[in-house]
């Protein structure tokens, strides 16, 4: 008589195999790829955010809640690069602008510190216009004032005063004193050169009138 072969004995690991063999099969990467994203999580917990605002309302079927959410989170992307990119692209537009006629492509501090390395020499009529073309920079870089190579330090100055009309004598001054080292061979004077520095550092401290009126019409709305 031929042997009956033995029904195959059931393989009852115990807990630490049966926790090592889960522990391995997840870890499969079909299993991975299932788990839900950082964005998923994001998303999921504004979700639940929103539908924690909207529980005590009428009842918000899942669909019309998902596109409102979908909608602000597209809103506040919007928002956050108006805020944070655009500056940087306006700045590195404007580093690509050239000053006046002799193609001046040097940033804010490269100006800063040529006009003051002037002065420590007592370069007069250097560290007057490099410190002018700081302010030029500083206003371009804002993306307050335009200027093109056919601009005159003259045209800057009337462009600039209408972001700082406070500024206007100060600035028609700095101009005038740019054009007479530059052009007209005056010496120029420390006294000089202290005006154009004080009145570039009180335009990078100054909010343009633009701006001034931006902020009322958002604070009106607001109201």
């Known amino acids: 008589m031929m042997p009956t072969p033995r029904a195959a004995t059931p393989l009852v690991p115990d807990a630490d195999e049966a926790h090592q063999w889960l522990t391995d099969e997840l870890s499969k990467p079909e299993y991975q790829a299932a788990q839900p994203t950082a964005f998923?999580?994001?998303?999921?917990?504004?979700?639940?955010?929103?539908?924690?605002?909207?529980?005590g309302a009428t009842g918000v079927p899942g669909p019309v809640l998902t596109l409102i959410v979908?909608?602000?989170?597209?809103?506040?992307?919007?928002?956050?690069?108006?805020?944070?990119?655009?500056?940087?692209?306006r700045r590195g537009r404007a580093a690509s602008v050239p000053l006046f006629d002799d193609g001046?492509?040097?940033?804010?501090?490269?100006?800063?510190?040529?006009?003051?390395?002037a002065a420590a020499v007592a370069d007069w009529p250097l560290a007057i216009e490099e410190r002018f073309r700081a302010i030029v920079r500083g206003l371009v870089d804002r993306d307050l004032v335009q200027v093109h190579p056919g601009t005159t330090a003259r045209g800057?100055?009337?462009?600039?005063?209408?972001?700082?009309?406070?500024?206007a004598a100060e600035?028609?001054?700095?101009?005038?004193?740019?054009?007479?080292?530059?052009?007209?061979?005056?010496?120029?004077?420390?006294?000089?050169?202290?005006?154009?520095?004080?009145?570039?550092?009180?335009?990078?401290?100054?909010?343009?009138?633009?701006a001034i009126a931006t902020g009322a019409a958002i604070d009106g709305g607001v109201r």
């Open 156 to 167: 800057f100055a009337d462009a600039a005063t209408r972001q700082f009309p406070e500024q």
């Open 40 to 55: 998923d999580l994001a998303m999921q917990a504004i979700r639940d955010w929103f539908a924690g605002l909207l529980a």
């Open 171 to 210: 600035l028609r001054a700095a101009a005038a004193g740019f054009e007479g080292v530059r052009y007209l061979g005056r010496p120029g004077d420390a006294a000089e050169y202290e005006r154009t520095t004080a009145l570039e550092t009180r335009l990078a401290q100054t909010r343009s009138a633009e």
């Open 104 to 117: 001046d492509l040097r940033d804010l501090t490269a100006l800063r510190r040529a006009a003051a390395a």
């Open 70 to 89: 979908v909608l602000v989170v597209a809103a506040l992307l919007v928002v956050a690069f108006l805020v944070f990119g655009l500056p940087r692209l």
